[in-house]
């Protein structure tokens, strides 16, 4: 009320997260997302929302106790997100949610009505729904809509009837981001499986187990020679506070159908796995993240998924410094690429964009007062520890990870001898848009393996270029 001063429902605590508020149309109930009540960002309500004043956190009610994450694993900082909505017709509560060792979403409906008791389940398991979806809204006659995509098809906007009709009816596609000519031959295919796997923690975090995405590789028209092991590329995701997922990527299929295996990590501090897997990062970028990359590649070769000489690592922007930082700093893999990756630290907090200024002071401390720590961490100022092939891809019309950083970083690795190529791409800026661009830095990343890696192979239709420290590349 006008007048009225305004009551702290949660986050008084000021490390609470609350994301998507919303009301409820049919009972007036305010819900919000929040890890406050077990370190997850859980659903939760305020029964008695239109009171005055507001009830207190401790009214609040976690309305499906789960560890999982009901908000979507992207961070909160990413626009556009909604992991919950109402069914307009009876005010039931639709939620997604990836449950607890799953990789695919699961859509919960709850009842309108307080406690709201869990009605039923669906998932693609069912035959019904995508593979991972979102953006949940209906209509009044129940028609469900969302985002959904899988590893088999990109993004798109589906309609669902499955709460009004008594078969479990599938999902209708109304439009998709990929044209119908384009879709790839389920023969070149890889699916993901999503693995956990022990890691090490300099940092005392606390947490001792990351997560990853394995794809192997699959090609229906060729097969491995029998008992040898692919190579494994581990990608390392940007952001750093972000995540990857099983949506279709055809980047990832580039390698799985060229005979590598890859493994898309989410190192700690990704989100969708609670609190405390998310905040181990805090004054740790540099540290846990680069642990989890090698654990990830140690512990598929210990499975037997992998060739242990043959251990690759990539990654664009945040995970540019990851890979870097992974090359510099251990000795676990054999080659790595950096696309527009920092390496330098201090550089980027004193030259990045307005939206990520200080962004660095929770990441590593603050800046200039910690900047020893940005050196130690920069992978710039450790080349003499780094003695593997290293390619950099960069745009140079990049903001946010200006190309200074790759030149720099280039040149560093000229003078210690290191086998290195700069690609530098006119009109690109962070993050590759142009479809030639993004052929050729697949291509040339693919070149590039293909001769410094032992035994060397001959990837056909592909590009060659100099190498520099090398033998020319061809």
Not at 391 to 403: C, F, R, S, T
Not at 408 to 419: E, S, T
Request: aromatic content about 10%; some cysteine.
């Amino acid at each position: 009320k006008e007048g009225t001063a305004p009551t702290v429902v949660a986050g008084a605590d000021g490390r609470t997260s609350v994301l998507q508020p919303a009301w409820s149309p049919k009972t007036g109930e305010l819900f919000f997302v929040s890890d406050g009540q077990n370190g997850f960002w859980n659903l939760h309500c305020v029964p008695d929302a239109q009171s005055t004043p507001l009830g207190r956190w401790e009214r609040a009610t976690n309305v499906m106790p789960l560890g999982a994450d009901f908000s979507g694993s992207a961070p909160g900082w990413a626009l556009g997100q909604q992991g919950y909505s109402f069914a307009r017709s009876s005010g039931a509560v639709l939620a997604a949610v990836r449950l607890p060792g799953e990789a695919a979403s699961t859509l919960l409906v709850l009842d309108s009505a307080f406690p709201h008791a869990e009605l039923s389940r669906h998932s693609a398991a069912d035959g019904g729904l995508p593979y991972g979806f979102g953006g949940l809204c209906s209509k009044e006659d129940g028609t469900v809509y969302l985002l959904g995509s899988s590893p088999q098809l990109p993004a798109a906007i589906y309609e669902w009837s499955g709460l009004t009709t008594a078969a479990a009816a599938p999902a209708t596609m109304l439009a998709s981001s990929m044209k119908a000519d384009a879709v790839i031959d389920p023969k070149f295919i890889s699916s993901p499986q999503l693995m956990q796997f022990p890691t090490t923690d300099e940092a005392k975090t606390g947490v001792l187990t990351a997560y990853g995405y394995y794809y192997p590789p699959t090609n229906g028209d060729f097969s491995a020679p029998e008992g040898e092991l692919p190579p494994l590329l581990v990608k390392a995701h940007g952001g750093p506070t972000a995540c990857t997922g099983a949506s279709f990527n055809p980047g990832t299929l580039f390698w799985t159908s060229r005979g590598f295996a890859v493994m898309d990590v989410d190192y700690r501090g990704s989100t969708g796995y609670g609190r405390s897997y998310r905040q181990a990062l805090a004054g740790n970028w540099g540290i846990v993240d680069i642990e989890d990359v090698c654990a990830a590649a140690q512990f598929l070769s210990q499975q037997g998924l992998a060739d242990p000489a043959r251990l690759c690592i990539d990654g664009g922007s945040a995970g540019g410094f990851t890979t870097l930082g992974a090359l510099a700093f251990k000795k676990v893999f054999a080659a790595g690429c950096s696309l527009y990756g920092v390496a330098d630290c201090s550089a980027l907090a004193a030259d990045t964009h307005k939206f990520e200024s200080r962004y660095l002071d929770g990441l590593i401390g603050k800046y200039p007062e910690e900047k020893a720590k940005y050196d130690a961490r920069s992978a710039i100022y450790s080349t003499e520890t780094l003695s593997c092939p290293v390619l950099l891809l960069q745009g140079d019309e990049d903001k946010i990870v200006p190309p200074n950083q790759a030149e720099a970083m280039h040149k560093a690795l000229l003078d210690k001898g290191i086998p290195t190529a700069l690609k530098m791409y006119k009109g690109e800026q962070h993050g590759f848009r142009q479809a030639a661009n993004i052929q050729d830095a697949l291509n040339s990343e693919l070149f590039f393996f293909s001769r410094v890696l032992q035994p060397r192979f001959e990837p056909p239709g592909v590009p060659a270029f100099a190498i520099d420290n090398f033998d020319n590349g061809a």
